[in-house]
Nanobody
């Protein structure tokens, strides 16, 4: 069974930075799309950033220019570099993968990592 494990969350002051990691227990070098979502208390889960296996990326408008999604296929890991953090970025952040991991097709989520930005 493929697992997605997020790390890197924590408490940071406004204007600070964090880097989230999502380690996948299998090869991500095949065709797939990896995303970061977030969910704040009382709100719906929302898409923050997406990266394809070819390296193309897209962002939620409110994080454009502050967040950067990247992937290291050799390490089977996707990252979310978050700079200039704002209190409204506070949420649980989830990694999502849809596509091939090794020879297995999956559509799966990690368990989430909490990001809290203080003002």
């Amino acid at each position: 069974q493929v697992r997605l494990v997020e790390s890197g969350g924590g408490l940071v002051q406004a204007g600070g930075s964090l880097r989230l990691s999502c380690a996948v227990s299998g090869s991500i070098s095949g065709g797939n799309v990896m995303d970061w979502y977030r969910q704040a208390p009382g709100k719906q889960r929302e898409l923050v950033a997406t990266i394809t296996s070819g390296g193309s990326s897209n962002y939620k408008e409110s994080v454009e220019g502050r967040f950067t999604i990247s992937r290291d296929n050799a390490k089977n890991t996707v990252y979310l570099q978050m700079n200039s953090l704002k209190p409204e970025d506070t949420a649980a952040y989830y990694c999502h993968l849809r596509g091939w991991v090794g020879r297995q097709w999956i559509d799966d989520w990690g368990q989430g990592t909490q990001v809290t930005v203080s003002s």
